[in-house]
T-cell receptor, first 115, second 112 residues
Framework: DQQVKQNSPSLSVQEGRISILNCDYT??????FLWYKKYPAEGPTFLIS?????DKNEDGRFTVFLNKSAKHLSLHIVPSQPGDSAVYFC??????????????FGQGTILTVHP | EPEVTQTPSHQVTQMGQEVILRCVPI?????FYWYRQILGQKVEFLVS????????KSEIFDDQFSVERPDGSNFTLKIRSTKLEDSAMYFC??????????FGSGTQLSVL
């Protein structure tokens, strides 16, 4: 199942700089996109989401951009902090019928922020 | 902050045995889910549950699996006869309106 892809397995960034995590999707039915962060031995923690009617959503240091024509979204973290080091998952869903909350996840990108 | 609670954190079982994984969703949430992540693979959807019935289930969720909300607080996943390939981290999640899901810390199931 390759409907949601995160092509970069890992990303290394210096503290204070911008982290950009990318995600591509193939299913044009997806209309809601989420980013989750996961630390070892914990469950995914919700970070930020965006509906397909928007192209940008911002929450503090986190901004998600959606390019529907390219079926691409990205998560920007500015400024990056060492505590941001974790696995970041992109997920997508569509609100049709009973599928609400049925998330399709990407493989994850390991972000390491160096002090 | 309210959170989804899962027990146990680790479960070891013999192949063919029944296991029950337990979850306490966030109290005002209406939608409940089970996901799993096999080591090295993606997090994958198993089942969604709303209004005391299954809303949707994946191909993985065959007759060996069942879910139940036995009372107003617990949500359980039962695997009737475990197989080696059921070994995975199982995540429970809940949602108020069906969009933003909150996940528990998971139960690591090891089938020997």
């Amino acid at each position: 199942d390759q409907q949601v892809k995160q092509n970069s397995p890992s990303l290394s960034v210096q503290e204070g700089r911008i982290s950009i995590l990318n995600c591509d999707y193939t299913n044009s039915m997806f209309d809601y996109f989420l980013w989750y962060k996961k630390y070892p031995a914990e469950g995914p923690t919700f970070l930020i989401s965006i509906s397909s009617i928007k192209d940008k959503n911002e929450d503090g240091r986190f901004t998600v951009f959606l390019n529907k024509s390219a079926k691409h979204l990205s998560l920007h973290i500015v400024p990056s902090q060492p505590g941001d080091s974790a696995v970041y998952f992109c997920a997508a869903s569509y609100a049709g019928g009973t599928s609400y909350g049925k998330l399709t996840f990407g493989q994850g990108t390991i972000l390491t922020v160096h002090p | 902050e309210p959170e989804v609670t899962q027990t146990p954190s680790h479960q070891v079982t013999q192949m063919g045995q029944e296991v029950i994984l337990r979850c306490v969703p966030i109290s005002n949430h209406l939608y409940f889910y089970w996901y799993r992540q096999i080591l090295g693979q993606k997090v994958e959807f198993l089942v969604s549950f709303y209004n005391n019935e299954i809303s949707e289930k994946s191909e993985i969720f065959d007759d060996q699996f069942s879910v139940e909300r036995p009372d107003g607080s617990n949500f359980t996943l039962k695997i009737r006869s475990t197989k080696l390939e059921d070994s995975a981290m199982y995540f429970c999640a809940s949602s108020e309106l069906g969009e933003k899901l909150f996940f528990g810390s998971g139960t690591q199931l090891s089938v020997l």
